[in-house]
C-alpha cells in the first residue's frame, strides 16, 4: 500500500476500514485475540453476538484431563461462531460449582476439581453478559458444557432480561439480549446418549459421567484429553459414571456435528426474533 494510501485509510472510521480490509489478515473469532479497536470495527462492521463458553475444571477419572469440558466449550463455541458469521467467542470461563470445598463434596471429593460458590458463579456470568451488551453487541449467549450449573445459566439470562425490560422506554441504544442455550447441552448429552442407544451401547457403558458417551465426545473433540491406556479399566473407579472401554474418537465426531448443526439453527431463530425493550 502507498503512504498515501495508507493514510486515506487512516481518515476512515472502524466499520469503513473493516470494509476496506484493513483488518482482513487478522480476523480471529476470539474476543480476547483481538485489539480493543478490532473489536470495535468488527461491531460497527455488522457483528452482532458474543457466545460465552462456560466449562469447568473438574476430576474425570483416570482417563480424562481435568480440564475436558473447557477445552469442548472453547473449541465447540469457535466452530459455532464460525458458521453463525456475525459473532464473536468471549473467553472462557473455566471454574464453576462443584460442591462444597469443605468438608468437600461431589466432585470436590478427587483432586484437581476447583469449585466456587453459586452466587460467584452467577454474579461473574452477569458481570461478564453486561459488559458485552455495553460495548454495543445485540445478543450474548452463554454456553455451558457441564450439567451442573445449567439452572444458574437459566436464572442469569432471566435476571438480565428482566433488567432490560424494566429500562425506561427512551432508551436509544438497542436492547441486548442475554440466551441459556439450553439446546447445546441437551444435543451434548440426551440426543447423543440416545444416538449411541440405537446403535447398540447400553446404558451401563453410556453412563452420566466420564462413561462412553462423554469419553468420545472429549476424544473427538481433542485425542489429547483421554489417557487411552487407563480406558480398559476406569469404569471401576470412583467418580466414574459409565463404563469408556469402546469409547472411540469416531462415536464422539457424530455427536459434535449434531451439536454444532443443532446449536446454530436454535441460534438463528433466537437471533432472529425481534428485540423487545
Not at 158 to 164: K, Q, T
Request: net charge positive; proline share 6%; charged share 15%.
Amino acid at each position: 500500500m502507498t503512504g498515501a494510501g495508507a493514510f486515506a485509510l487512516l481518515l476512515l472510521g472502524p466499520a469503513a476500514l473493516w470494509a476496506a480490509g484493513a483488518f482482513a489478515a487478522a480476523a480471529p473469532l476470539q474476543l480476547d485475540a483481538m485489539t480493543s479497536p478490532e473489536l470495535a470495527a468488527r461491531i460497527a462492521a455488522g457483528t452482532t453476538t458474543a457466545l460465552l463458553p462456560i466449562g469447568a475444571t473438574e476430576q474425570n477419572g483416570p482417563h480424562m484431563v481435568l480440564g475436558k469440558h473447557n477445552v469442548r466449550a472453547q473449541r465447540l463455541a469457535e466452530r459455532i461462531a464460525e458458521r453463525l458469521g456475525n459473532a464473536v467467542v468471549a473467553p472462557l470461563l473455566a471454574y464453576a460449582p462443584e460442591g462444597d470445598v469443605d468438608p468437600p463434596s461431589g466432585h470436590m471429593r478427587y483432586a484437581g476439581t476447583i469449585s466456587i460458590p453459586v452466587a460467584a458463579f452467577e454474579a461473574l456470568l452477569e458481570g461478564a453478559a453486561r459488559s458485552l451488551c455495553r460495548h454495543g453487541l445485540h445478543d450474548v449467549v452463554l454456553l455451558g458444557d457441564h450439567g451442573g450449573y445449567q439452572a444458574s445459566l437459566a436464572r442469569v439470562a432471566a435476571r438480565l432480561g428482566a433488567r432490560r425490560a424494566a429500562r425506561p422506554a427512551s432508551t436509544s441504544q438497542r436492547p441486548c439480549r442475554v440466551h441459556a442455550l439450553a439446546t447445546y447441552y441437551e444435543l451434548a448429552t440426551v440426543d447423543h446418549a440416545r444416538w449411541l442407544r440405537e446403535r447398540g451401547y447400553t446404558e451401563s457403558e453410556i453412563g452420566r459421567h466420564a462413561g462412553l458417551a462423554d469419553t468420545s465426545l472429549a476424544w473427538a473433540i481433542d485425542p489429547g484429553l483421554v489417557r487411552q491406556a487407563a480406558l480398559a479399566s476406569a469404569a471401576s473407579v470412583p467418580g466414574v459414571s459409565g463404563d469408556p472401554s469402546r469409547a472411540s474418537a469416531a462415536l464422539g465426531q457424530s455427536a459434535v456435528e449434531r451439536i454444532v448443526e443443532g446449536s446454530v439453527a436454535a441460534l438463528r431463530v433466537l437471533l432472529a426474533a425481534a428485540p423487545r425493550r
